[in-house]
């Protein structure tokens, strides 16, 4: 979980198969954005295409 002094965010998953390091709430690189997700991405490529170039992924 994560809280401060704007928000509480609780999250849980069932990791029968994850990253090791599929830890959640998941931060952009200054802290100012997080995101938690449960479900999958399936267009994860094509984002990360139109992304890489302005973020850093460390999944």
Known sequence: YSVNDRFC??????AIHDAPNGRQPIYNEDGTLCVTL???IYNYR???RRLQNRHQFRT
Do not use: S
């Open 38 to 40: 449960d479900g999958e």
């Open 46 to 48: 094509e984002l990360k």
């Open 9 to 14: 965010l609780g999250h849980t998953r069932l």
